[in-house]
Every structure is written in structure tokens, then in C-alpha cells.
């Protein structure tokens, strides 16, 4: 893949990213921030009256303007990664199409940057968690984060090894049971964050974690879409067709 290809693909990459954070904004809005102001309501009913901080940046301003900018940012930068990754992956991981190839690698990005950390340190609303361990916890999170990434690349180079022995099939269940098992070591020996109030709705915590999700399967399934399609016509662009009525001439003889 020469340098203008990777340079295209990277264009529509952040296009597509762009594209996938509307629509995961859209659902951040109407799904995630009414769990948000409930735990706000929350925090704001059990702190004392001389703890109220004053606003820097009002509520109002923080679930619009904000909120965009942060997940439009998110939809952006990721799909340029995820295009250079693609970019790598195309022709490597199968014989896939660049469309199957762009489902393919929006899964994987969902499956190890998000459900593998979300499911050892879920999203947390405001008033879940304490200040003093904010720098544990996104440490403990990116490194959650940075092991399933490396570990879905080992094991698809391992199936990939595994292949010319057990056969594509078996190849990729040993590759996944293994994935699956490195993933729950590591879950059992990173250590557990707990510090929700005794106190806090678990239906809104609930609600709060399944916005979270929704909003990266939105992204993610988004992005995979739209740029398998960018993809596909780049790399496989359709023949042009000669419009209805219209002959072919024919090359006049010497």
C-alpha cells in the first residue's frame, strides 16, 4: 500500500470518526445526561453547604458544547488510528474484503478498548469514586486498556501460527480461549476499585453504564460502516459505464 492510499485512508478515517461521534453524540445527549444531572442531584443532596463549589464552567455549557467537543475530539482521533490500523491490518488478518475488513477491525477496537477495561472498571457517574484515587484508577484503566489491545494482537498472531497445524477453525478457538483466559488472569490479579456511596441508586448506576455502552457500540458499529464504505470505493472503485443508447466505436482499420 503505497503513501497516497494510507493518506486517503487516513482522510476518510477521520471523516468516518467524525461521522460515528454525531451519532454517539446524539446518544451521549438524550441517553447518558440525564443519568449524569441525577448523579449530580445525588452528590449535590449529600455534601455539606460550605463544600458547593463555585461553577468555572456552567452545567448547561458542560452537557452541550462541551460534551461535543469531547466526543467529536474522541470520534476524530480514533478513526485515524483505527484507519493507520487498518491500513496494517487489510490482507493480514484473512481473506477479507475491505468492507468485512472495516467490521472486523471496528469490533476488535470496541472489544479491547472499551469492553475489556469496561468490564474490570466500569464508567462511573459523578459522586462514584474518590478524589484522591482519581490517578490510580486511570492508570489501573489504561493499563487494563493497553493489555487487551497487545493481547488481541497476540493472539491473532498465534492463530495465525496455529493455523497451518490445526486448521483455521481451531486455530481460532485456541486463539480466543487463550485471549480469554490471559484476560481473566489479568483481571483477577490487577486489583478492584469500589467506591460506590452505600447510599447511591443502583438504577442509576445501572442506567449510567448502559448509556456508556450504547454510546461506544453506536461509535464503534458507526465507524465500521461508514468507512468500510469509504474503503471499499477507494479501493475497489466501480468501473464507469457508458450511459444508456450510447455504442462503443470502433478503432478504424489503417
Known amino acids: 500500500m503505497n503513501s497516497a492510499t ?70 476524530v482521533a480514533f478513526g485515524g488510528i483505527a484507519a493507520l490500523a487498518y491500513c496494517f491490518a487489510l490482507g493480514r488478518v484473512g481473506r477479507f474484503g ?5 467490521l472486523l477491525l471496528s469490533g476488535a477496537a470496541l472489544l479491547t478498548v472499551y469492553v475489556v477495561p469496561f468490564l474490570k ?16 484508577r486511570t492508570t489501573l484503566y489504561f493499563l487494563m486498556m493497553v493489555l487487551g489491545v497487545l493481547l488481541a494482537i497476540a493472539a491473532v498472531i498465534v ?24 484476560i481473566g488472569l489479568a483481571y483477577g490479579f490487577l486489583p478492584a476499585v469500589n467506591e460506590v456511596p ?24 458507526a465507524f465500521g460502516l461508514v468507512f468500510g464504505e469509504l474503503a471499499e470505493r477507494l479501493l475497489n472503485p466501480r468501473p464507469a459505464t457508458r450511459p444508456a443508447g450510447t455504442k462503443a466505436t470502433a478503432a478504424a482499420p489503417n
Not at 121 to 136: E, F, L, Q, S
Open 6 to 75: 494510507v493518506r486517503n485512508l487516513l482522510v476518510r478515517g477521520m471523516l468516518a470518526g467524525l461521522g460515528a461521534g454525531v451519532l454517539a453524540l446524539v446518544v451521549a445527549y438524550f441517553l447518558g445526561e440525564p443519568n449524569v444531572d441525577g448523579a449530580i442531584g445525588f452528590e449535590e443532596s449529600h455534601a455539606p453547604a460550605h463544600e458547593h463549589e463555585v461553577e468555572l464552567v456552567s452545567r448547561s455549557l458542560q452537557s452541550t458544547a462541551g460534551l461535543a467537543t469531547g466526543v467529536l475530539l474522541y470520534g
Open 98 to 102: 475491505p468492507r468485512a475488513t472495516a
Open 121 to 136: 472498571y466500569p464508567a462511573n457517574p459523578p459522586a462514584v469514586g474518590d478524589h484522591d484515587t482519581i490517578a490510580k
Open 159 to 182: 492463530g495465525k501460527r496455529l493455523t497451518p497445524r490445526l486448521g483455521t477453525w481451531n486455530a481460532t478457538v485456541a486463539a480466543v480461549v487463550g485471549f480469554v483466559l490471559v
Open 198 to 221: 452505600a447510599d447511591f441508586p443502583a438504577t442509576l448506576l445501572w442506567r449510567f453504564r448502559l448509556s456508556s455502552l450504547a454510546m461506544q457500540v453506536t461509535m464503534w458499529a
